[in-house]
């Protein structure tokens, strides 16, 4: 059962946006890890495509990403992208291509000064479902 509630470290939150701005114009992407419902860690992965919403990651550092969270004995809580001009909930592509089940979709907008970050469920029938989340 997904969690319908999930937290996240401030600094975590702070590292995000540093990386998507350091990125813009064009979309970032990253993988969010911690304990159960935790999110404690960020690593950002290199995209191949540098089209818009596209989740095809560079395969080294995606592969090499997954060995840390093994070794640092993390849980992979969601995947997080940005959406250099669009509001923070998915585009039809992010559901086509939604394959990480039962982990969270955290989509960041940078289209207005203030960042909006939101975080999602999909379901295999591209049902969207906001998660409620806690800053820490
Ligand atoms: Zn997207």
């Not at 404690?40 to 992965?45: E, L, M, R, V, Y």
């Not at 592509?93 to 999602?120: F, M, P, T, V």
């Amino acid at each position: 059962m997904p969690r319908s509630h999930l937290s996240i470290d401030l600094s975590v939150i702070n590292q995000i946006q540093i990386y998507c701005q350091k990125q813009f114009p064009d979309p970032a992407y990253g993988i969010l890890a911690g304990t159960t419902h935790h999110i404690t860690h960020f690593f950002p992965i290199a995209n191949l495509n540098p089209s818009y919403c596209s989740f095809e990651f560079e395969p080294r550092e995606y592969l090499e990403t997954i060995k840390k969270l093994r070794t640092l004995n993390l849980d992979w809580i969601g995947m997080i992208h940005s959406h250099p001009f669009n509001e923070a909930y998915p585009t039809l592509r992010d559901l086509n291509q939604w394959c990480y089940g039962e982990k969270s979709c955290w989509i960041i907008s940078l289209r207005k000064k203030e960042i909006h970050l939101c975080a999602y469920y999909i379901q295999l029938n591209q049902q969207v479902t906001s998660i409620i989340y806690e800053i820490l």
